[in-house]
């Protein structure tokens, strides 16, 4: 059963378990901000989710990360549904993410309604496509 929280520091053994790209010191900021979530089925910790602000008023997902025996299960589409519903009420009128041209997170997006627009090119890595769902 989908459940989603926000995550604790009791929670960086789990985190790390999942998640390589930020330090120990910007874990527990996500933490403190409440821009970290723990993605569980029932009490089962399967996942995280994490954002930040765009120019610093956009919010953005940074990272989506399910176990693998988790993905393409809906845990995914209900914890970004979970996340938008809150931006949502926070006042955001759009929300924000990215993918890798050569990763099939892109398609994830589309299928929740995000629009492609526009890309980031970098070099020796493929183009970081962002994408853009606004709110009604």
């Known amino acids: 059963m989908f459940n989603i929280r926000y995550a604790l520091k009791e929670d960086k053994a789990f985190w790390f378990t999942i998640e390589c790209h930020i330090c120990e010191d910007k874990f527990y900021a996500k933490v403190r901000d409440k821009q970290g979530y723990i993605i569980c089925?029932?009490?089962?910790?399967?996942?995280?989710?994490?954002?930040g602000l765009f120019w610093d008023?956009?919010?953005?997902?940074?990272?989506?990360?399910?176990?693998?025996?988790?993905?393409?299960?809906?845990?995914g589409s209900q914890a970004m549904k979970s996340w938008e519903?809150?931006?949502?009420?926070?006042?955001?009128?759009?929300?924000?993410?990215?993918?890798?041209?050569?990763?099939?997170?892109?398609?994830f997006y589309r299928?929740?309604?995000?629009?492609?627009?526009?890309?980031l090119l970098l070099v020796n890595d493929p183009a970081e496509i962002l994408f853009v769902k606004y709110f009604d």
């Open 41 to 51: 089925d029932g009490d089962k910790e399967v996942g995280i989710l994490r954002y």
């Open 57 to 75: 008023n956009i919010p953005f997902v940074n990272l989506i990360e399910l176990d693998e025996s988790y993905r393409n299960k809906g845990f």
């Open 85 to 107: 519903d809150e931006m949502q009420k926070l006042g955001y009128k759009l929300v924000m993410t990215s993918s890798q041209s050569n990763e099939l997170a892109q398609h």
């Open 111 to 119: 299928k929740l309604g995000y629009i492609d627009s526009g890309c």
